[in-house]
């Protein structure tokens, strides 16, 4: 009778001494947890302060930061007026790891935002979007390309979080808003193509292309919007897919590829009219031709979608289902070397490039009448 209590007994103690184990441990992973957001919260008030302590690719901390931020008073350096004349100093190469970034954002969708404020928070931003960085000199210069029709709001909200966070990550880059002209069938594709060529033509120093749905914004400003040696594919954790990449070829949302990348894979498809599958049409190319995606890390490629009903005039693609088996046979005769468009006007706005267009229409579908 007394070795079997001495035996529960010892069961006891040992369960309560891992107790006391487990409380320890939890106790040590809050506490540094809490000493990082202190470390990147700091550094938010000094361009050149303690972020480093927070490596931005390597960090999982997961602080919380205003927007806001990134107004004049954040200690953000501003965009000279124009670009540095012939005896302006040489800057030095913009660093890899930008000092100054903040980590996990909060981003919300509920009070309105005028774009007078958002002109107002961000009066280093030239006419058309453009923005260089005053304080070194970046190894990319990034056209950041958005296909839109009708979404004046959810474009007010997309910059108002991407432009501090682009200045952030110190790029040079403009921003360019496709908007399809009249009422056919959206093409998604064919606008990112007619972005592509635009910018070249307004800037032929633009070697990274980001193409980016107006409705995406990063919920972290560690993803860097930068081009590598592979396509580069940003919007992998999206909060509607439950922060996970709904599949594993999935190259939807925002994606970047540099120049030469783009011309290997005949840039995209134009005939995908209505929703779904160019991106999929995207992704084959890619693999096609030998390239591989990158992504970053799934903690840092989280992004909140705004919330909208479905568009009209953007219907299902019934089509895109056999499309995308045919990726090899297409993608040589349909690309950036056959798109036909026009441009109908071009306005340089405070914080972006709209470019309006007439891409034509679906050549059979739907059924017009
Ligand atoms: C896929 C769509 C993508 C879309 C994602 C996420 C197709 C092709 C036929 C299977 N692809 O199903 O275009 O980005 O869902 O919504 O519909």
């Known amino acids: 009778m007394s070795r079997l209590l001495g035996g529960t007994l010892e069961r006891v103690c040992k369960a309560v001494l891992l107790l006391c184990l487990l409380h320890f441990l939890v106790a040590v992973i809050l506490y540094f947890d809490v000493y990082a957001q202190h470390l990147a919260f700091f550094s938010r008030f000094s361009a050149r302060g303690p972020s480093r302590a927070l490596h931005p690719a390597a960090s999982s901390s997961t602080n919380c930061s205003r927007p806001n931020a990134t107004a004049p008073s954040s200690g953000l350096p501003e965009a000279p007026s124009a670009r540095p004349g012939p005896t302006a100093p040489v800057l030095p190469p913009c660093p890899d790891s930008p000092p100054g970034l903040v980590g996990r954002l909060l981003i919300e969708f509920t009070s309105p935002m005028p774009l007078e404020r958002v002109q107002r928070e961000n009066p280093g931003v030239l006419l058309g979007g453009r923005y260089t960085p005053p304080d070194c000199t970046p190894a990319q210069t990034v056209a950041v390309i958005i296909p839109f029709r009708h979404r004046e709001h959810h474009l007010r909200y997309w910059l108002h979080y ?45 070697n990274c292309f980001i193409f980016s749905d107006v409705d995406l914004v990063p919920m972290d ?21 439950g922060f996970r990449l709904p599949y594993a070829g999935y190259f939807g949302g925002v994606s970047g590829l540099n120049k030469s990348q783009f ?38 490629g989280r992004y909140r979608m705004i919330k909208h009903d479905r568009d009209k005039h953007n219907e299902p ?27 109908l ?20 579908w739907p059924p017009r009448g």
């Not at 400003?221 to 897919?241: S, T």
């Not at 499309?323 to 036909?340: A, E, F, H, P, Y």
Request: glycine share 8%; proline share 5%.
């Open 317 to 343: 693609n019934p089509q895109r289902f056999t499309k995308i088996q045919n990726t090899k046979l297409t993608m040589k005769r349909d690309g950036i070397g056959s798109v036909r468009y026009q441009v």
């Open 221 to 241: 400003d560690r993803n860097l919007y930068r081009c590598g040696d592979q396509p580069r594919h940003f919007a992998i954790a999206m909060d509607k897919f």
């Open 162 to 206: 991407l432009h501090p966070i682009l200045r952030r990550q110190r790029l040079r880059y403009g921003i360019y808003v496709i908007n399809q002209h009249g009422e056919d069938t959206f093409n998604r594709a064919k606008l990112l193509n007619v972005g592509f060529l635009e910018a070249l033509k307004e800037d032929s120093t633009y």
């Open 345 to 364: 006007e071009v306005s340089r706005q405070p914080l972006f490039t709209n470019i309006t267009v007439d891409i034509g229409r679906p050549p059979s």
């Open 263 to 300: 011309l290997r894979i005949n840039g995209f498809p134009n005939e995908y009219w209505g929703w779904g599958g160019e991106d999929d049409d995207i992704f084959n190319r890619i693999s096609l031709a030998g390239m591989k995606i990158s992504r970053p890390d799934i903690r840092i």
